[in-house]
């Protein structure tokens, strides 16, 4: 299986800084790493009307996009599911 580079949009490392604990920082770190293996893990949605996907963890959502040609997933947006959206 073909291994997927995964690059992090500024902004989105930003965001994802300003998570207060550190273990969410650590566990959506994690999931942003295993994306590379598999970029469509169980649970993860297409967002509607967006060539977007999401991941959760708990309150927090990942959002990104994937290139299967260049083999390439881009993290967009990440954090709380209440402004991640927007």
Known sequence: MERYRVLIKPSAV???????RKKDRQHIAQKIKQLSGNPRP?????????????IRH??????YSIEDREL???VV???????VYR
């Open 14 to 20: 930003k965001e994802i800084e300003a998570i207060s």
């Open 42 to 54: 169980p649970g993860c949605q297409k967002l509607s009307g967006q060539d977007r996907y999401r």
């Open 58 to 63: 708990g309150q927090y959502r990942i959002v």
């Open 72 to 74: 390439i997933v881009y």
């Open 77 to 83: 947006k990440a954090g709380h599911r209440k402004d």
